[in-house]
């Protein structure tokens, strides 16, 4: 039986309404989709589903390319071109780089050497060979190119020109194209330093030790095969391929599979759509509606469990390589529907692996450093084990890119569900509300959700910035810095100088041991008071009506903070107000007679 939730779900996209014919004949929830609150799509996540698994529900189908989307589902494809996904991979063109081409020079210092087999070299006494060298990033026209410079020998200097263009929102990186295959080139763009990351994309790889300070950079055929995009990066880059390796050419190639495109596509989270476009083209050609219900064609908030939905995302959120293929780093054969990434994939974290290459992605307690490992962190989340809560929860399909494509904004998100009368049924918002906290401009992804990640490097005149939110949905606290060292979700407002709000509040300045020792503190006081409050709640007789009722009261009264479950850091005043009533109630139940 549908709760009431599911059915006012229901009633409002309509469960197999808005169905056009011929090719419109996918359910359309644009309309809806940004407006549905969290609450509503768990009520979806819970109801049948006719998706079983992927592979058997899409069978032989092949890719079509969003275009073939367009004609029937304008206002979807128009969403998703404004999105990021579709501008993963992009052609060469001015008005697509952002990235400063204008004889810009870019020095590598200290990068150590590796040899062809990207392993370290090292000199004569063992140690690491360390090369400084230099970049010169320029354009002629519309193309553009980047020089490995060799300083004491310019008849060395290898140029590269820029085949295609990587992302552009955080940061910008390109492509160079080796035969028939593409190399992400050494070059990447920090959007919000504006300037060249100076530690880049695997330096070494561009030239070899040939006893300067700047050794000799690598000409064309020198470049690591085993780098190539189609190895390393198509996986999550681009919609429609299959890959194999070429054991004669000795790298791996990508073969589409009906239409590719070089783009996180349309069929990345609906399917292969060849069946579903030649079930809406017999559809329409006979003049007959196309039940959403019977066509080979995914929607994945409809048609798939909390489980699938999440699975659907970790395709590409979820740093991995493939488990089965060492050399290939991602999953191949995922459909969605399926749930069988981490049979498919190896994800990488910090606990798991001695190899520094993957576990420098993560803090020592395996909470993400670096982006693009949302799986890791939310399969670590109550959100996940517990509440049953998917990625569709709180993103929409496509959204508004300018809001990370969220259902709302980020506060009423939290609230909508972390509320007295909301689904966690925990007073948060009501506890939180008023407080020094609210009033400043602090919002609950602030420390829930802290950036403790980045994913620019450094540039030559700044650090990397923290640009990445955690997605455990956990607090980080100071006493996780002083220990493991991971950046605490005080830190956003109270390290150096402070920081200014939006609200123009200046936070005050407070180092890392301080902080904990104020958390600490508080929170002891407030856990004796309500230890206190429970003693003299203890010594109440049940059998007395009138003492029976202030003690409930008084319970009453304590469970508002420890539902909170923040022990007053949501609202010390607030918190400590509470208990103290709770006290003067318990004070008077117990001397009832």
Known sequence: ??????????????????????????????????????????????????????????????????????????????????????????????????????????????????????????????????????????????????????????????????????????????????????????????????????????????????????????KMEELPKNRFAEGKCSGCHTTGNDFFKDEAAGHWKVKPNGKSEMAVGCERCHGPASKHVAEAEEAKASGKKLAPEATTIVHPLKDLNSLQQTELCAQCHGRHANKKIPDLAFQTGFRPGDVDM??????????????????????????????????????????????????????????????????????????????????????????????PMEKAGVQCIDCHMPKNGYRSGPTADKPHPWDVTAHTFMVAKPEMELRQGIRSSCATCHEGA???????????????????????????????????????LKSVSTKNPQAKKLADEARGKLNFVLLDGSLGFHNQEKAMASIAEAKKLAEKAAKSK
């Open 1 to 218: 039986m549908r709760n009431i939730a599911t059915t006012s779900w229901l009633r409002r996209i309509g469960r197999y309404s808005i169905v056009a014919i011929g090719l419109a004949g996918f359910i359309n929830l644009a309309s809806a989709q940004t407006t549905l609150t969290p609450t509503e799509t768990m009520s979806a996540a819970r109801e049948a589903h006719r998706v079983e698994s992927g592979q058997k529900f899409f069978g032989d189908a092949k890719y079509a390319g969003s275009d073939s989307c367009q004609s029937c589902h304008e206002k979807q494809y128009g969403e998703w071109k404004a999105t990021w996904h579709s501008k993963m991979q992009r052609a060469v063109s001015p008005d697509v780089i952002v990235g400063d081409f204008n004889n810009r020079i870019i020095t590598y210092k200290d990068v150590a050497a590796k040899d062809k087999d990207s392993k370290p070299v090292k000199d004569k006494d063992g140690k690491p060979v360390k090369l400084t060298f230099q970049v010169r990033a320029h354009r002629e026209g519309d193309k553009f190119f980047f020089t490995v410079l060799d300083k004491d020998n310019p008849a060395n200097d290898q140029t590269y020109e820029i085949y295609k263009v990587l992302g552009g929102k955080w940061d910008q990186q390109y492509e160079i194209k080796v035969g028939e295959n593409l190399l992400p080139g050494i070059l990447r763009w920090s959007v919000e330093n504006k300037d060249w990351i100076n530690n880049s994309y695997r330096p070494y790889d561009w030239v070899v030790p040939d006893g300067t300070p700047d050794g000799r950079p690598r």
């Open 342 to 435: 981490t049979t498919r994939g190896r994800f990488w974290n910090y606990s798991g692996t001695p190899d520094p290459e993957e576990n420098y992605y993560f803090w020592p307690n395996d909470w993400s450093k670096r982006n693009r490992q949302q799986w890791q962190d939310f399969t670590k989340s109550k959100h996940f084990t517990k509440a049953g809560m998917t990625c569709l929860t709180c993103h929409t399909f496509h959204g508004e890119p300018e809001k990370t494509q969220l259902r709302m904004k980020p506060e009423q998100l939290c609230v909508s569900c972390h509320s007295n009368g909301g689904y966690a049924k925990r007073p948060n918002a009501e506890m939180f509300k008023d407080s």
């Open 498 to 536: 402070g920081k200014k709000l939006q609200s123009g509040v200046q936070t005050p300045a407070f180092d890392t041991n301080t902080l904990d020792i104020m958390l600490k503190q508080k929170q002891a006081m407030t856990r004796a008071d309500i230890d206190e409050v429970e003693k003299l």
